[in-house]
T-cell receptor, first 110, second 114 residues
Framework: GQQLNQSPQSMFIQEGEDVSMNCTSS?????WLWYKQDPGEGPVLLIA?????ELTSNGRLTAQFGITRKDSFLNISASIPSDVGIYFC??????????FGKGTMLLVSP | NAGVTQTPKFRVLKTGQSMTLLCAQD?????MYWYRQDPGMGLRLIHY???????AKGEVPDGYNVSRLKKQNFLLGLESAAPSQTSVYFC?????????????FGPGTRLTVT
C-alpha cells in the first residue's frame, strides 16, 4: 500500500519560533490534507491542497503541495502555546481512501 | 449541527467480551469511516462505507465488523475483544470519496481491553 513518511516525529520549541514539518509519499497524490489533533480530541482539518505547487495559508499556518506531487510541507509561524498537538498529513488520489502519516507531535514552551 | 458524534467516549472490556461503537453524522454525508489510532502508528483505516447498506474493508479489518443500516449511522462491532484492540477509535465522514474530499472526524472512543 501507499506509504507516507512524516517528519520530524516530534518537536519541542519555544513560543514565538517558526515550525516546519513535511510528508513524503512513495506514490503521487492528487490531494494533500493537513490535520491537527488536540489532546483527547479528534483530528481537525487545517488546510487542503489540490494542485501541485499550490501554497495555501490559514492564519499563521502555510502549507505547500510539492511540485513532484509526492510531498507536502506545513509551516507554522510565531508559534503559541495553543499550537501544541499532533499534526497529521494525509494524501489521496483518484478514489482511494486517505493515507495518513504517523504524525508530528509539537510541544511549545511558553 | 453536531457534526460527527461517537458513543461511548470510554469503555473497558474484558478479553472475549463484545461491544458496539456507534457513530452518527448529521451532515448528510455518503461516506463514513472507522479508524484506530495507536501510539506512533497514526490513523489506520479499519472499515468504511460508501453508502447506506454497503461496507468495505480497510487496512486493518480483522476482528471487527461494521454495519450501515441508516445513512447517518455507522456501527463498529467487536465480537470477541482482544488486548490488541486496545486503542482510540475515530469515526469520520465525507460527502464523497474522490481525491480532495475532506473527512470530518468525531471526538473518539477510548477502548481498553484487559
Amino acid at each position: 500500500g501507499q506509504q507516507l513518511n512524516q517528519s520530524p516525529q516530534s518537536m519541542f520549541i519555544q513560543e514565538g519560533e517558526d515550525v516546519s514539518m513535511n510528508c513524503t509519499s512513495s506514490s503521487i497524490f492528487n490531494t494533500w490534507l493537513w490535520y491537527k489533533q488536540d489532546p483527547g480530541e479528534g483530528p481537525v482539518l487545517l488546510i487542503a491542497l489540490y494542485k501541485a505547487g499550490e501554497l495555501t495559508s490559514n492564519g499563521r499556518l502555510t502549507a505547500q503541495f510539492g511540485i513532484t506531487r509526492k510531498d507536502s510541507f506545513l509551516n507554522i509561524s510565531a508559534s503559541i502555546p495553543s499550537d501544541v498537538g499532533i499534526y497529521f498529513c494525509a494524501g489521496s488520489s483518484g478514489y482511494s481512501t486517505l493515507t495518513f502519516g504517523k504524525g508530528t507531535m509539537l510541544l511549545v514552551s511558553p | 449541527n453536531a457534526g460527527v458524534t461517537q458513543t461511548p467516549k470510554f469503555r473497558v472490556l474484558k478479553t472475549g467480551q463484545s461491544m458496539t461503537l456507534l457513530c452518527a453524522q448529521d451532515m448528510n454525508h455518503e461516506y463514513m469511516y472507522w479508524y484506530r489510532q495507536d501510539p506512533g502508528m497514526g490513523l489506520r483505516l479499519i472499515h468504511y462505507s460508501v453508502g447506506e447498506g454497503t461496507t468495505a474493508k480497510g487496512e486493518v479489518p480483522d476482528g471487527y465488523n461494521v454495519s450501515r443500516l441508516k445513512k447517518q449511522n455507522f456501527l463498529l462491532g467487536l465480537e470477541s475483544a482482544a488486548p490488541s484492540q486496545t486503542s482510540v477509535y475515530f469515526c469520520a465522514s465525507s460527502y464523497s470519496r474522490r481525491a480532495g474530499t475532506k473527512q470530518y472526524f468525531g471526538p473518539g472512543t477510548r477502548l481498553t481491553v484487559t
